[in-house]
């Protein structure tokens, strides 16, 4: 049987591309590396750049998007994003303009053996959005750059069988690190991050609707650890009655690491 394949690449502040694929059919969901290293890191699952099908966008802000002007150059893919994210990085790729689309908000998309849905999401870019990805029975949201956990979110990701959810940062190191203020104001701001207590929360209420495994990512660099936020999900799934490892798989993606990979 054809298993979905799913891969983070890199995750948090500093990078972010995660691998999908089904079939024949082969996708990143974001782009904030150097082309250089998302093709190693490609590699080192046994999958070719070139074969990739599209990048979908999550929102333009660089640690998303920034291999975009080189995949565009020496590929020939599709990048799919929302109208606010395009117009940020169209200066960028202007050249290949046939080569991009714009999906709306909550607006459902084929892509070969893929349906890929987009739902809003509160970040401080224009229009950010998460995806769902459907490969035949199998189902997987990716939610970062959460700023808050808004009442859409509660229906749009429940229900998946596998999550890759931001846990950011825990707010006692963010209060104590070295960051300046107005970043402090602006990650714990309701268009920032998530933080790993809040993750918790929302991962319990997606244990409660059916999700098996959880992958934790987008981590901050200064204001956690794979450790911290591992253990805050942990606590705060316990106090909702759920058990890791017997309820949910919980992991970390750790931060400019590749993630592990999963088959469903
Ligand atoms: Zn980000
Ligand atoms: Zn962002």
Redesign the pocket.
């Known amino acids: 049987m054809e298993q979905l394949k799913f891969c983070p690449l890199f995750s948090g ?1 500093n990078g ?1 591309s995660i691998f999908v694929s089904y079939k024949n059919t082969k996708i990143l969901i974001d782009c ?1 590396c150097s082309f250089k290293r998302i093709k190693e890191s490609l590699a080192m699952i046994d999958e070719d750049i070139n074969r990739l099908d599209a990048v979908f966008l999550t929102h333009a ?1 660089t ?2 998007t920034s291999a975009l002007p080189m995949m565009m150059k020496h590929l020939d893919l599709k990048v799919c994003g929302t109208k606010g994210t395009l117009i940020e990085v169209y200066p960028k790729i202007c050249d290949y303009s046939d080569q991009i689309f714009q999906i709306d908000r909550n607006q459902n998309v084929g892509v070969l053996d893929l349906r890929i849905e987009s739902f809003p999401v509160p970040h401080d870019a224009c229009q950010t959005v998460g995806y769902n990805i459907y490969a035949g029975n199998k189902t997987v949201s990716i939610l ?2 959460v700023g808050h956990l808004a009442e859409n979110l509660y229906t749009d990701v429940a229900g998946k069988d596998l999550v890759f959810l931001e846990a950011n940062h825990d707010l006692n190191a963010l209060e104590n690190c070295a960051y300046p203020f107005h970043l402090k104001v602006r990650i714990r701001g309701d268009e920032g991050h998530l933080s790993n207590e809040n993750s918790g929360k929302f991962a319990t209420h997606l244990v409660n609707n059916g999700t098996k495994k959880i992958i934790l990512g ?1 981590l901050s660099g200064e204001a956690n650890t794979t450790q911290l936020a591992y253990e805050t999900v942990k606590d705060v799934l316990s106090t909702g009655g759920i058990k890791t490892n017997q309820d949910v798989l919980l992991s970390v993606s750790e931060r400019g690491c590749m993630g592990e990979m999963v088959l469903l």
Request: proline share 0%; glycine share 12%.
């Open positions: 502040s972010n904030g802000h640690d998303h970062t750059d987008h």
